[in-house]
């Protein structure tokens, strides 16, 4: 290396500086073909001429330095990184703690985590000091993502463990910047800095260059960050491409824009004074090619630096394109530090800073190309080849061939072809890594996302840890075995069984590819298991047997995971077929288990498992799936099989399934034998092994456990598919039949079948009153349910089991299926008992029926008088009659009796007789008819049925039941023997079961009417079709039997009933009364027959209908149409609804009847006659706002109203009414409206009557406006609206009370502004602000006006961020402010919203610290003598110029609208010009001044003055902002007359100007001037030397523009010039200075100041001040701390024990301010003591527990009663905190005190005061009885 530096020496003369431009260090213009080494380059040249020389020169050598040009261009290899180098990376990927980089030429490196920025690698240290994750602090993850470029530094080059070079690199703008200095930043450079801090208005961003503070203001950041979407703001570590902007101050401050387009665009050039020692990567320059050779080219760019371009870099598409001359863009990629070779790239993707290099797609990725040809091939780097697509790809050295000695290079001369596999991708080149090596191209895997779940792979161990063993797969691939996986059983000395470099054979339990993850096992078991891998949750189908291992065993069960974390339960049942109760003892952790699959619902990831692969031995040379397979296809839910009984157990049948030839087993629970609970108990008990039964359904099929149903509600369910088989499947509304799962106090669990639960809660279970949820429902019990609601998330149903919502109205056809069907299960079990040939007992069951007479013998009677009996008949049954029975006879024992049968109980074997004559007597037969009803006495009661006696003799049993729900009655209700009920005969023929069936009369019993259709009229559900002879217009006479809310049934005779509808009792309806209350039950009434009804669909029939005869006639009792005739006749030729409801006008009156009002459609339904229904919407039921509120409280069922029709429905079958006429939504109409949406800041939307909308803004909501004028407005609140306008369709509403209700005397606060003309200058005003615009703040006065106010009226400060504005006026804030003025022409109103104007604090806080405005200035300049003498001389001149300056006004003061490009931001304004004027001016000039104002030019806000002799050279914009608008006017007249000045006016001018630079003068030196620089505060510390609040504000200002050096070194000038006596002072300036300390510095300059505070301070109050500071900044720790050396050092005084008292308490700490107590008791001297406590217990009321700080009063006072003082302090607190009679009782207390008087009487006014206030006229009298009872007392011991 040392000869090479002899032959290529470094360096070289400077370049003189020529005119105009800087001087550049000049660089090496190398001639690189003649260089061996990168390292090494050429001497430079002296000047162009020479360099002509010296080609000439090296011309006989021309083929040799070619000959060398291949070494030249050798890519980049580690061994050529060194230290230092400064390389353009890609980052590749991102883990939490590194960035792998992609670098150019193939190589990779890493960027630790700390080695991002210095402001990371802080928060990461404090992150780890402090032990908790900090909120600001971002993951690599969040703030970086592959793809992007970065620059980045080598740090160093490290050999690993395995031989491997490993590159280490950093980001750190510190350290990759090093070059730069503050000097050479020029504007337009592009560097890489990270986010150092995130401020208010923007960023600070770390540049590395040292002395240089770089900022980003927050709008130069907004599209970048909408670009990127990684979030609302940058993070502090983020790396960003910054491009200069402004460069100030010696570029000490530098301005920064990471605008995409601005960064993309950026071009490094000659100007910005790059150096070779500070060139850097990734930037973009134009260069010149200087020689093109076939592997690569060389550069000169930024005029005198020369680099190279390898073949890998060439831009493919024009790769030998390039000619000597020819200008190309290129990005830097790499700088030498030592050598300075400088490599750049060609390829696309790098000329745009910003941009990312193309990716590769994922499947090209580990394919195998067959033929790769060989473009280039290069000694020390590897080859490039060119891939069957055209692209190009390269391979390194190692990867040509399997070793180093089986290489040969004469394979790789250029056009040879290869076979080769893709293993890479590398980002900074842009092509594919290759691999030639034949055990890569065969490998099976190459990458993470080539392994798969369950793959069986070999590897080798690595390592052993701790977690377990890292396992090396392939190159790239490791894995982990956790320990729980390195064999079947857990090893606990793994070691000893493994060791480095053993082969191992693992399966693949879990890979994820993003994360390089990868678990193994080493279970054995596992590995070799052939049974199907269970990797997801879909695949886990019920019957699936597989391999899993144990991962927890509790007392539940056992929790068993599979492959990729999929996890199962075994529930405890499941464990075994043997009981197991403790499983954690039986399985351990880790062990190998197989489990069969019952159930798994995927979405939730929940799998229900067993141990129990199976119920009996598997059939030789069938695999273990095939029965189960089998039996998945055959049994599928709801399938009906015929089943044999096995065994009976104790809760239910094990049966075997006939279809099957009995090989598989089922079970069918008792519960589920039947749908009647008392027939479950008894089929089980009838049923004997080998019995079959037909027709069982299955239920469920959880693997082998297939359970059956017998249940024939359920089964009709299933088959008729009124069921649901999924949950998306259930709507609200739906009828379901189920069975009870569980009862639970709080509600009943329903399932359904394909295992569907619900839960009903207790309120919705019954009609009736629900105590014990157990007395209503029975598990296994079938019920109907009606879904109530749904909860998609959580997949629960809530279900109505109450009687009233789910049956269908019919009772009387749901009981009678009830009990037909129950008969025809006792039919089946009477089948059974007969085939029982060996039981005698059986048999004589089956044939005792009721209604058959016995011959008995009475056996006993007991005491209850009840009677057994035996017979010939009845051998070993139990024969009993009740007391009730026997009649009226007195049997004895022995006696002979006739009996008749009531009842059989087959289960317990009992028979019930009787022995009344009535039943006994024998009577003639009578035929009976279907449907007849009959008065029948209850003879005996059952489960499910009562035995009834019917006035013939015969017997009928009639349901208990009328509905599956209808469980439970109060004794009340329950039947009773011997009542008389009345019961309709549903079958009038003998049968099997010897009764006849019948239902109980539903007039005579309590049962539930269903909500019907709207079609249909809530008849009697009774009503049944009779044939009858009736025709239209016939009398017929009835009797009324029910009086319903709409309509009365009429008994016409026996058999037929008619219907008397509302609208047909009465001809004139009084409105809101109720016409069918006129007619009592019983009543007889005349009608006349005016139509028919359908029984089944409720609809009018014609006459004609061939179905009239069996109609149930409509009647009418209304007088005219008895005795006129038959006019309004129903459907007199069955005209259609539409018709019908045709013959209704709109705008007619019609009377209807209120039905009910329906809540879900929010609408009154009403009948206008027996077949016209109607609807009234909710708006127009009333202009009440109450009524509306409540609308089902206001109308009562039955009400006739009068309504007037609007129209008919949508479905024409109903007519549309309303309750408040047709209204017209016209100007000036009050109406009532819905409110259907709430726009912030604007208003509401409201529904109005009839359908249509309106808007109400927010300046007509109320006649005050209010902060949250929205906030009482919820959609559908109903209010009451003035209609302000009704034009094109557009409503505009008001709800001002003023409007609603105008005689109201309640004040307008905020009156309404319609126009204009309701403005008035000087006026205030409320509104709202509406924006905030670079123009001003427009704010909203009316929903048509806009108010401006310019930013110098907004406050009195100076504000240059109007970003200020928008925080403390956001859009919507209510706010008061003055007329300025007022322009009707253009429609424009200035406002102020300053203090002094609105008499309002102002918008923006003083703690803001914004520098003022003066205005007191200009009023005294306003009436300055001088100024006004000028305006006389003037005054001739103005009249000339005002014509043309109100003309030149209105152009003028738009142009001067929009901010000026060039102006300052600052509008400055004259606003007592009208004082100056006052007795001089006539109002027309008053006018054109105020026009004027909004022109005044903006001021350039200058630094200085320029004190120049030469008037005339004072500029314009040196004039202060009090300059009136004289001169203006005068601009104005010069502009209006280009005539030469005369010398008069020159002298006027010169004059005016001087007067102008005193007031300059005697402003700076006013006292009442706000400061605004930092020589403003010198001049005023100097004045009032000892005012430490000016010294504050001084402190303040520095502060605020974060130069703290300077705030510190104000502090210390304060301490030193405040007076020693001034002692108060002094101290605030050093609590200012702790607080800056504490804010801005480290723990140590606080301390050093703290020390020195206390030894200059009174040391009590310093040590309190930093207490107070430590709790307001949260440093708790610290304060604690303190406080404790404060009690040591002050702890005889009182207020520290107290102060930390409080600051405990605030903490919540109430324990340890109780042992504070204690310990200050023991500290203080006793006198202090009452107080201490006292003081105490008021803070603990404040802060902690009021119980604690009530028993300290007490306690006190028990001791110390005369303590008045405390008596008094426990009141007040009492009376804030305590209830009334805690009070009461204290004061009873008190005043029964033996105190001086003077102190009773004191009490006593206190108690009277307080009963004045709080309580009642009793409670005073009482005190004042007290106080007299005391005098008294007094007097008379006084006497005595």
Same mark, same amino acid.
């Given at each position: 290396m040392a000869s090479m530096e002899e032959n290529f020496p470094r360096g070289g003369t400077q370049k003189k500086p020529t005119?105009?431009?800087?001087?550049?260090?000049?660089?090496?213009?190398?001639?690189?073909?003649?260089?061996?080494?990168?390292?090494?380059?050429?001497?430079?040249?002296?000047?162009?001429?020479?360099?002509?020389?010296?080609?000439?020169?090296?011309?006989?050598?021309?083929?040799?330095?070619?000959?060398?040009?291949?070494?030249?261009?050798?890519?980049?290899?580690?061994?050529?990184?060194?230290?230092?180098?400064?390389?353009?990376?890609?980052?590749?990927?991102?883990?939490?703690?590194?960035?792998?980089?992609?670098?150019?030429?193939?190589?990779?490196?890493?960027?630790?985590?700390?080695?991002?920025?210095?402001?990371?690698?802080?928060?990461?240290?404090?992150?780890?000091?402090?032990?908790?994750?900090?909120?600001?602090?971002?993951?690599?993850?969040?703030?970086?993502?592959?793809?992007?470029?970065?620059?980045?530094?080598?740090?160093?080059?490290?050999?690993?463990?395995?031989?491997?070079?490993?590159?280490?690199?950093?980001?750190?703008?510190?350290?990759?910047?090093?070059?730069?200095?503050?000097?050479?930043?020029?504007?337009?450079?592009?560097?890489?800095?990270?986010?150092?801090?995130?401020?208010?208005?923007?960023?600070?961003?770390?540049?590395?260059?040292?002395?240089?503070?770089?900022?980003?203001?927050?709008?130069?950041?907004?599209?970048?960050?909408?670009?990127?979407?990684?979030?609302?703001?940058?993070?502090?570590?983020?790396?960003?491409?910054?491009?200069?902007?402004?460069?100030?101050?010696?570029?000490?401050?530098?301005?920064?824009?990471?605008?995409?387009?601005?960064?993309? =665009?950026? @071009?490094?050039?000659?100007?910005?004074?790059?150096? #070779? $020692? /500070?060139?850097?990567? &990734?930037? !973009? %320059?134009?260069?010149?090619?200087?020689?093109?050779?076939?592997?690569?080219?060389?550069?000169?760019?930024?005029?005198?630096?020369?680099?190279?371009?390898?073949?890998?870099?060439?831009?493919?598409?024009?790769?030998?394109?390039?000619?000597?001359?020819?200008?190309?863009?290129?990005?830097?990629?790499?700088?030498?530090?030592?050598?300075?070779?400088?490599?750049?790239?060609?390829?696309? =993707?790098? @000329?745009?800073?910003?941009?990312?290099?193309?990716? #590769? $797609? /994922?499947?090209?990725? &580990?394919? !195998? %190309?067959?033929?790769?040809?060989?473009?280039?091939?290069?000694?020390?780097?590897?080859?490039?080849?060119?891939?069957?697509?055209?692209?190009?790809?390269?391979?390194?050295?190692?990867?040509?061939?399997?070793?180093?000695?089986?290489?040969?290079?004469?394979?790789?001369?250029?056009?040879?072809?290869?076979?080769?596999?893709?293993?890479?991708?590398?980002?900074?080149?842009?092509?594919?890594?290759?691999?030639?090596?034949?055990?890569?191209?065969?490998?099976?895997?190459?990458?993470?996302?080539?392994?798969?779940?369950?793959?069986?792979?070999?590897?080798?161990?690595?390592?052993?840890?701790?977690?377990?063993?890292?396992?090396?797969?392939?190159?790239?691939?490791?894995?982990?075995?956790?320990?729980?996986?390195?064999?079947?059983?857990?090893?606990?000395?793994?070691?000893?069984?493994?060791?480095?470099?053993?082969?191992?054979?693992?399966?693949?339990?879990?890979?994820?590819?993003?994360?390089?993850?990868?678990?193994?096992?080493?279970?054995?078991?596992?590995?070799?298991?052939?049974?199907?891998?269970?990797?997801?949750?879909?695949?886990?189908?019920?019957?699936?047997?597989?391999?899993?291992?144990?991962?927890?065993?509790?007392?539940?069960?056992?929790?068993?995971?599979?492959?990729?974390?999929?996890?199962?339960?075994?529930?405890?049942?499941?464990?075994?077929?043997?009981?197991?109760?403790?499983?954690?003892?039986?399985?351990?952790?880790?062990?190998?288990?197989?489990?069969?699959?019952?159930?798994?619902?995927?979405?939730?990831?929940?799998?229900?498992?067993?141990?129990?692969?199976?119920?009996?031995?598997?059939?030789?040379?069938?695999?273990?799936?095939?029965?189960?397979?089998?039996?998945?296809?055959?049994?599928?839910?709801?399938?009906?099989?015929?089943?044999?009984?096995?065994?009976?157990?104790?809760?239910?049948?094990?049966?075997?399934?006939?279809?099957?030839?009995?090989?598989?087993?089922?079970?069918?629970?008792?519960?589920?034998?039947?749908?009647?609970?008392?027939?479950?108990?008894?089929?089980?008990?009838?049923?004997?092994?080998?019995?079959?039964?037909?027709?069982?359904?299955?239920?469920?099929?959880?693997?082998?456990?297939?359970i059956l149903s017998r249940k024939s509600a359920v089964i009709s369910a299933v088959q008729e598919e009124q069921v649901v088989r999924s949950f998306s499947e259930i709507q609200p509304g739906m009828l379901l039949t189920g069975y009870v799962r569980n009862v639970m106090p709080f509600g009943v669990f329903v399932e359904f079948p394909f295992g569907l639960t619900g839960l009903a809660p207790k309120v919705s279970m019954s009609d009736k009153f629900v105590t014990d949820t157990k007395d209503h429902f029975v598990v296994g019990q079938t019920v109907i349910a009606k879904v109530m609601s749904i909860d998609e998330e959580k997949q629960r149903v809530l279900l109505n089991l109450k009687v009233s919502e789910c049956s269908s109205g019919n009772s009387a056809v749901e009981s009678f299926a009830l009990l037909s069907q129950y008969f025809k299960e006792m039919k089946e079990i009477w089948n059974l008992l007969r085939r029982r040939e060996e039981s005698s007992t059986a048999r004589s069951l089956c044939e005792l029926v009721p209604g058959k007479e016995l011959q008995l013998v009475v056996q006993d009677v007991k005491e209850d008088g009840s009677a057994l009996f035996s017979g010939s008949s009845v051998t070993g049954l139990t024969v009993t009659a009740t007391r009730y029975h026997l009649g009226d006879k007195s049997i004895v024992p022995g006696e002979k009796a006739k009996g008749l049968v009531l009842h059989v109980d087959a289960l317990t074997s009992t028979v019930y007789v009787s022995l009344r004559e009535e039943l006994l007597k024998q009577r003639a037969k009578q035929r009976l008819m279907e449907n007849s009803q009959h008065a029948a006495i209850v003879q005996h009661i059952a489960e499910e049925f009562a035995v009834v006696s019917l006035e013939t003799g015969q017997l009928a049993a009639i349901p208990i039941a009328s509905h599956f729900n209808d469980t439970f009655r109060f004794d009340s209700e329950k039947l009773k023997v011997g009542q008389t009920v009345s019961v309709t005969l549903k079958t009038v023929k003998g049968n099997d079961h010897g009764v006849l069936l019948a239902v109980q009369d539903p007039a005579k019993k309590n049962v539930f009417v269903r909500v019907r259709k709207e079609s249909e009229t809530a008849l009697e559900e009774t009503l049944t079709a009779v044939k009858h002879s009736l025709s239209l217009g016939d009398i017929v006479t009835g009797t009324v039997k029910s009086v319903k809310p709409t309509h009365v049934t009429v008994a016409i005779d026996d058999k037929l009933t008619g219907s008397i509808h509302a609208s047909r009792i009465l001809d004139e309806v009084p409105i809101d009364s109720f016409p069918t209350y006129t007619l009592k039950a019983g009543q007889k009434v005349t009608a006349r027959v005016i139509g028919g009804r359908d029984v089944n669909t409720h609809r009018y029939l014609p006459i004609t209908h061939p179905h009239f005869t069996r109609s149930v006639p409509e009647l009418s009792i209304r007088p005219s149409e008895i005795e006129g005739k038959v006019t309004t006749m129903l459907n007199l030729k069955g005209e259609s609804a539409l018709k019908k409801l045709g013959l209704y006008k709109v705008g007619q009156t019609v009377t209807c009847f209120v039905k009910k009002y329906n809540t879900l459609k929010n609408w009154l339904e009403v009948e206008v006659t027996p077949d016209i229904r109607g609807r009234v919407p909710h708006l127009l039921l009333s202009l009440n706002t109450k009524v509306l509120k409540h609308p089902e409280k206001s109308f009562k069922n039955g009400q006739a109203l009068s309504a007037t029709v609007t129209g008919t429905d949508v479905t024409e079958t109903n007519l549309c009414l309303s309750l408040t006429g047709i209204q017209s939504l016209e100007q000036g109409i009050i109406t009532v409206g819905m409110v259907a949406k709430v726009t912030p800041h604007v208003g509401l939307t409201i529904t109005l009557p009839g359908g249509k909308t309106g808007k109400v803004s927010i300046f007509h909501l109320s006649d005050t406006y209010t902060e949250k004028p929205l906030g009482d407005f919820r959609i559908g609140k109903i209010v009451r609206c003035y209609i302000l306008c009704n034009e094109n369709g557009k409503i505009q509403l008001s709800l001002r009370q003023s409007r609603l209700n105008p005689k109201s005397s309640n004040k307008v606060e905020d009156a309404e502004i319609t126009c204009i003309k309701d403005v008035k200058k000087g006026q205030l005003v409320r509104g709202y602000v509406k924006s905030v615009t670079p123009s001003g703040v427009f704010f909203g006065l009316s929903t048509s006006l806009l108010g401006r106010i310019l930013f110098q009226n907004v406050s009195p400060y100076f504000v240059q961020k109007h970003s200020l504005y928008e925080r403390y006026l956001p859009e919507g804030k209510l706010l008061t402010a003055k007329v300025l003025g007022v322009n009707r022409e253009e429609n424009h109103v200035e406002l102020s919203l300053l203090p002094e104007d609105t008499g309002m604090p102002c918008i923006l806080p003083e703690s803001l610290g914004l520098p003022r405005y003066d205005a007191e200035e200009e009023r005294r300049e306003g009436e300055d003598k001088e100024k006004r003498e000028e305006f006389k001389k003037l005054k001739a001149k103005r009249r000339r110029g005002n014509s043309e300056s109100e003309q030149e006004a209105k152009p003028k003061k738009r142009k001067i609208c929009p901010a000026d490009e060039n102006d300052s931001g600052v509008e400055v304004f004259c606003r007592e010009e009208e004082e100056d004027d006052q007795g001089e001016e006539d109002t027309a000039k008053k006018k054109s001044k105020l026009k004027k104002r909004s022109e005044a030019p903006r001021l350039q806000v200058s630094t200085g003055f320029t004190w120049d002799e030469d008037m005339n050279a004072v500029d314009v914009p040196v004039l202060s902002r009090k300059e009136s608008s004289e001169s203006e006017e005068e601009e104005e007249d010069l502009q209006s007359k280009p005539k030469k000045q005369t010398k008069k006016e020159k002298e006027l001018e010169k004059e005016k100007m001087e007067k102008e630079l005193c007031k300059i003068e005697a402003a700076l030196m006013d006292p009442s001037r706000q400061p605004q620089t930092a020589d403003d505060f010198d001049r005023l510390v100097l004045s009032s030397p000892n005012s430490s609040i000016l010294w504050l504000q001084y402190m303040a200002f520095h502060l605020q523009a974060t130069e703290i050096e300077k705030a510190r070194a104000v502090a210390e000038r304060a301490l030193k010039t405040i007076s020693f006596r001034e002692e108060q002072e002094k101290l605030n300036v050093w609590v200012a200075l702790l607080n800056l300390e504490n804010m801005y510095g480290t723990e140590e300059t606080l301390m050093k100041v703290f020390e020195r505070a206390v030894q200059y301070n009174e040391p009590l109050k310093v040590f309190q001040h930093l207490c107070d500071i430590y709790a307001n900044s949260e440093k708790y720790k610290q304060a604690e701390e303190l406080y404790h050396t404060m009690l040591k050092r002050f702890r005889q005084e009182k207020s520290v024990w107290l102060k930390y008292a409080s600051f405990l308490l605030k903490q919540g700490q109430t324990e340890a301010t109780h042992r504070l107590l204690e310990r200050a008791l023991k500290a203080l001297p006793a006198k202090e003591h009452v107080d201490v406590i006292s003081k105490f217990a008021q803070l603990e009321f404040r802060f902690g527990d009021p119980e604690h700080a009530k028993a300290l009063f007490e306690s006190t006072l028990t001791s110390y009663p005369k303590r008045t003082d405390i008596w008094s302090i426990y009141m007040d607190i009492m009376i804030k905190h305590g209830s009334q009679k805690e009070v009461r009782d204290i004061f009873e207390r008190v005043i029964h005190l033996s105190l001086a008087p003077k102190r009773m009487k004191f009490f006593f006014k206190r108690y009277l005061d307080y009963e004045k206030r709080y309580g009642t006229a009793e409670t005073v009298l009482a005190v004042k009885t007290a106080a007299l009872e005391y005098v008294e007392a007094k007097s008379s011991l006084a006497e005595s």
């Open positions: 005119e105009g431009k800087t001087p550049k260090p000049k660089i090496e213009q190398d001639n690189l073909f003649d260089i061996h080494h990168e390292e090494q380059t050429q001497k430079r040249k002296g000047s162009q001429g020479d360099q002509g020389k010296q080609k000439k020169k090296f011309k006989p050598d021309q083929k040799a330095t070619f000959k060398d040009s291949v070494t030249n261009f050798e890519p980049l290899t580690v061994e050529g990184l060194c230290e230092g180098m400064l390389l353009l990376g890609c980052i590749k990927e991102v883990s939490d703690f590194e960035l792998v980089i992609s670098l150019p030429n193939g190589l990779s490196g890493f960027v630790p985590v700390t080695q991002i920025s210095d402001a990371y690698s802080k928060m990461l240290s404090e992150q780890v000091a402090e032990g908790e994750l900090l909120e600001d602090l971002n993951s690599l993850s969040d703030m970086y993502s592959p793809g992007t470029l970065v620059r980045c530094i080598v740090t160093s080059v490290e050999k690993s463990a395995d031989g491997r070079q490993s590159i280490k690199l950093s980001i750190n703008p510190k350290k990759v910047n090093k070059g730069l200095n503050a000097s050479a930043l020029a504007s337009g450079m592009l560097l890489s800095g990270l986010v150092s801090s995130v401020e208010d208005h923007g960023y600070l961003i770390d540049i590395g260059v040292s002395g240089t503070n770089a900022f980003l203001p927050r709008q130069k950041a907004q599209n970048y960050l909408k670009l990127v979407k990684k979030g609302l703001d940058l993070k502090v570590g983020q790396n960003l491409n910054c491009v200069i902007e402004e460069v100030k101050n010696e570029g000490r401050i530098v301005r920064l824009s990471i605008d995409r387009s601005e960064v993309a =665009a950026s @071009l490094a050039t000659e100007r910005q004074n790059w150096t #070779l $020692s /500070n060139l850097l990567p &990734g930037l !973009v %320059v134009k260069a010149r090619v200087q020689k093109v050779a076939p592997l690569g080219i060389t550069l000169s760019f930024l005029s005198s630096f020369t680099g190279i371009v390898d073949f890998m870099h060439m831009d493919p598409k024009k790769s030998m394109n390039y000619s000597p001359n020819q200008v190309v863009k290129a990005c830097i990629l790499s700088i030498h530090p030592t050598s300075k070779v400088v490599r750049l790239t060609l390829r696309q =993707a790098f @000329l745009h800073p910003g941009g990312s290099p193309n990716q #590769l $797609s /994922n499947d090209r990725m &580990g394919a !195998v %190309v067959e033929e790769s040809t060989v473009k280039a091939f290069f000694k020390q780097f590897g080859a490039i080849f060119e891939l069957d697509d055209g692209s190009l790809a390269f391979a390194r050295l190692k990867h040509l061939s399997k070793t180093r000695k089986s290489f040969k290079p004469a394979a790789f001369k250029t056009g040879c072809k290869h076979k080769c596999r893709i293993i890479d991708y590398s980002l900074m080149d842009e092509m594919c890594v290759l691999s030639l090596k034949y055990q890569i191209i065969e490998a099976q895997f190459l990458q993470y996302r080539d392994v798969h779940t369950g793959d069986v792979v070999k590897g080798k161990v690595l390592a052993l840890k701790p977690i377990g063993m890292q396992v090396k797969v392939t190159d790239g691939i490791k894995g982990l075995v956790p320990s729980m996986h390195l064999a079947d059983m857990i090893l606990k000395q793994p070691e000893k069984k493994y060791n480095m470099g053993d082969e191992v054979r693992c399966r693949v339990l879990e890979c994820r590819p993003a994360e390089r993850r990868l678990i193994l096992t080493l279970k054995k078991t596992l590995v070799q298991s052939k049974l199907p891998v269970l990797s997801n949750y879909e695949d886990a189908k019920p019957g699936l047997i597989t391999h899993g291992f144990v991962v927890c065993a509790r007392e539940f069960g056992c929790i068993v995971k599979f492959y990729n974390d999929v996890k199962g339960l075994v529930p405890k049942n499941e464990l075994s077929s043997e009981p197991i109760s403790c499983p954690e003892e039986v399985f351990h952790e880790g062990q190998v288990v197989k489990v069969m699959v019952l159930k798994c619902e995927p979405q939730q990831e929940r799998l229900l498992l067993s141990f129990k692969l199976t119920s009996k031995p598997v059939p030789e040379g069938k695999s273990e799936h095939t029965p189960k397979k089998n039996q998945q296809v055959k049994y599928a839910i709801g399938e009906m099989v015929d089943v044999k009984v096995l065994k009976k157990k104790e809760n239910g049948l094990e049966v075997s399934i006939l279809e099957d030839e009995g090989k598989v087993i089922a079970s069918l629970p008792t519960v589920y034998v039947s749908d009647f609970v008392a027939n479950c108990k008894l089929l089980w008990h009838c049923l004997q092994e080998g019995d079959v039964l037909p027709r069982v359904m299955c239920l469920s099929d959880k693997g082998e456990h297939i």
